[in-house]
Structures are given as structure tokens and as C-alpha cells.
């Protein structure tokens, strides 16, 4: 039986001093994205594809202290105060120069952050203005919202996966769209809810239940500014990213490993 604490997502922010004016919306629920429309310009989606509705209100902010942070449940904000020499690689450096700026960036993570086993794993831009982002390579159709795999372990030990640090380089903000529930959370409430499931340890098999079942559960979607970034539990928690009221293209880099936050309150 999973631990009642590893169910719910917790947000976090780096600093008490950090300006969170606006950052937090919720949307109504979930939809089903049109496979064949691309609907916002992008890729077309993968049937089926869950996204958010696109109605968001303000949400009430709830930081949780950050003594309490937990690489499975927690979501942070955090932000960095030098990024353009990153992004300026990114769009014409090479591969030695990407590295040394990736490097220096992640250098003013660890002003905030513990890290362990934290490999780069590259900037990606996104194009202006999508509901979502993430494309399956293998089809070049997005997926919507979904819980990544790549540490491969069954829904039953995806508290224990990695997480990721993801800081936004601009020149736009860029949307983090998650889930209030983790996996565990999500297959609790359709144990309690009689709801079967073909294959248990299977993400997908869970995800589609969830939205069938649950089509109402709100999403949150974090705003961060360039130079801001998160945390986040994407083994553990159905997420994707958005560039909605961007009219740029969005860069953003991002590392993957074992990604705390200090117990430190800086001002
Ligand atoms: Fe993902």
C-alpha cells in the first residue's frame, strides 16, 4: 500500500521573497484534443489526447515550507538570475559552448537546490501559443497530458523515480501544466471508485481510467517568466508544458536527476 503522503502534489518556491503576482491558474477540467485539427498550429494530437479546457481562473496559492520538500510529490518555483548566455548558445553555439553555459546555469541552481545525479538534457524550443507541447517522436503527433517514463519503473515505484529542473530562457513565459494527484493517488481513487484496470503498472492504462473517470479534475498550470524554472515529479505526475499568449517561439533547458530543495530561507 503506498504511503498516504506520496497522493497529493505539494508546490513550493525557492524563496519567500520570490513574485508569484499571477503565476497560479487552474482550468475547469479536461478535454479531449481533436486528433485531426491541430486546433492551435502545432503538430496534430495523438487519439486520444487530454488537454486542459482552455477557461483558467486564478488559483489561491498554497507554498508549502520548503522543509518539507519531497522530490516525489513537490513542484518548486525557483529562479536564476543569469540565463541569456545559455540561450544564446543554444541558438548557435556548439556543443562545448552549450555545455559550459548549461553548466554555469545550473551552477545558480545549486544556489537553491540539492543535486545529485543530475544529467542536461538539452534546450528545446517550442513554438508560440500551443495548448501543448510535448510530441511523441515516434509519430510526430503530441500526446497531451501525460507522466514520462524514463527511468522505466512501475506505477507502483514511481515515487522513487528522478525528477527534473527545468529553467525557462525565453524571451516569453512558459506554462507548467500538472495534475494536483500523483500516480498512486490516481489508481487509489479509482480502486475506491471500483474502476479496473487492464494493465495496473502500466502509466498509460491509469492515465486513461483517470480521464475517463474524472474528466472534471481541475488542471494547475505555473506561469514562469524567463529566468524562472521548476521542479517537478514528471515520473509521478501527469504534466505538459504550454506556450498559450506566447507570440514567440519558447526556449527552455532542462536537467533530469535527484533534485531537492535546500532547507534554507533566503531573503
Ligand atoms: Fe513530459
Request: glycine share 8%; charged share 20%.
Amino acid at each position: 500500500m503506498p504511503e498516504p503522503d506520496n497522493y497529493g502534489i505539494k508546490l513550493f518556491r525557492s524563496s519567500p521573497s520570490l513574485g508569484v503576482d499571477k503565476c497560479l491558474h487552474i482550468s475547469s477540467g479536461l478535454r479531449l484534443a481533436s486528433p485531426i485539427a491541430t486546433e492551435d498550429g502545432g503538430a496534430p494530437f495523438a487519439s486520444p489526447a487530454f488537454i486542459p479546457t482552455p477557461e483558467w481562473r486564478a488559483a489561491p496559492l498554497q507554498w508549502w515550507p520548503m522543509r518539507e520538500f519531497s522530490p516525489a510529490t513537490g513542484i518548486a518555483l525557483i529562479r536564476i538570475p543569469n540565463w541569456g548566455a545559455l540561450r544564446t548558445a543554444a541558438l548557435g553555439g556548439d556543443k562545448t559552448t552549450i555545455d559550459r553555459a548549461a553548466e554555469a546555469v545550473l551552477g545558480q541552481v545549486s544556489e537553491w537546490c540539492g543535486l545529485r545525479d543530475v544529467v542536461f538534457s538539452g534546450v528545446t524550443s517550442h513554438r508560440q501559443d500551443l495548448a501543448t507541447v510535448t510530441v511523441d517522436t515516434k509519430t510526430s503527433q503530441r500526446i497531451g497530458l501525460h507522466i514520462d517514463s524514463w527511468d522505466r519503473l512501475p506505477n507502483s515505484r514511481r515515487h522513487l523515480a528522478t525528477n527534473r529542473v527545468c529553467i525557462n530562457l525565453g524571451p516569453e513565459p512558459r506554462h507548467f501544466l500538472f495534475l494536483g494527484v500523483t500516480v498512486q493517488g490516481m489508481r487509489s481513487r479509482l480502486a475506491l471508485a471500483g474502476i479496473p484496470l487492464a494493465a495496473p503498472d502500466d502509466s498509460k492504462s491509469v492515465l486513461d481510467a483517470f480521464f475517463h473517470r474524472y474528466p472534471d479534475e481541475p488542471v494547475w498550470r505555473l506561469t514562469l517568466r524567463k529566468g524562472e524554472g521548476y521542479i517537478a515529479p514528471t515520473e509521478n505526475v501527469v504534466h505538459d508544458a504550454s506556450t498559450v499568449g506566447s507570440s514567440d517561439p519558447v526556449y527552455c533547458a532542462t536537467w533530469r536527476g535527484r533534485i531537492g530543495l535546500l532547507p534554507i530561507r533566503r531573503g
